[in-house]
């Protein structure tokens, strides 16, 4: 079956430290999205990828780095510089035919403390 | 500036209601894709409609319609004949040209028995 990989689910971490959330999709989309979930908040864009190598800051990128080595991955890395990590995150992909449907993975909920 | 506004921040009906969830959306630009995106507990988003600004036409599925008015910007959602399962919060989403999504804050529906 064809989908958006994100592991894990839960993820805990100390406060101070770096955390890499993974994000593997098999529809050969070519454009992978990350956005960030707090509660009444909506959906906010932290990073996109439009194609390998190549990468975007979204709305609030600070803090947070990305890689797009491979098609099919897209990894966010929280680190101690972001000063609220603890929110719900959710990887999107989509096809770049025009159509901006995004699909989205199950998430991962991290806290930091 | 893209913006999308779902003033509704949280509605509660009883099953077999009809509910509408309204969507204001703001963009400059003349060529765009509006979404709905429903996120049931698990955490997962689904994608439910894409429309685009050419076509105002009204759709229906089974129990879901969406009125879209171009004059008004507004893209709204109804549930017909309400049912437990359709709890969840559901998004807004309006789409830009770099292909990225604004996402409304959502709204959270609760039907209950």
């Known amino acids: 079956d064809g989908g958006i990989t994100q592991s894990p689910k839960y993820l805990f971490r100390k406060e101070g430290q770096n955390v890499t959330l993974s994000c593997e999709q098999n529809l050969n989309h070519d454009a992978m999205y990350w956005y960030r979930q707090d509660p009444g908040q909506g959906l906010r864009l932290i990073y996109y990828s439009q194609i390998v190598n190549d990468f975007q800051k979204g709305d609030i990128a600070e803090g947070y780095s990305v890689s797009r080595e491979k098609k099919e991955s897209f990894p966010l890395t929280v680190t101690s510089a972001q000063k609220n990590p603890t929110a719900f995150y959710l990887c999107?992909?989509?096809?770049?035919?025009?159509?901006?449907?995004?699909?989205f993975g199950p998430g991962t909920r991290l806290t930091v403390t | 500036a893209q913006k999308v506004t779902q003033a509704q921040t949280e509605i509660s009906v009883v099953e077999k209601e009809d509910v509408t969830l309204d969507c204001v959306y703001e963009?400059?630009?003349?060529?765009?894709?509006l979404f709905w995106y429903k996120q049931p507990p698990s955490g997962e988003l689904v994608f439910l409609i894409r429309?685009?600004?050419?076509?105002?036409q009204n759709e229906i599925s089974g129990r879901y319609s969406w009125n879209f008015q171009k004059s008004t910007s507004s893209f709204n959602f109804t549930i017909t004949a309400s049912q437990v399962v359709d709890s969840a919060v559901y998004f807004c989403a309006l789409s830009a040209r770099d292909s990225t999504l604004t996402f409304g804050k959502g709204t959270m529906l609760l039907v209950s028995p």
């Open positions: 963009t400059r630009d003349t060529t765009y894709y």
């Open positions: 429309r685009n600004s050419f076509d105002e």
């Open positions: 999107a992909s989509s096809a770049r035919d025009g159509s901006y449907e995004q699909y």
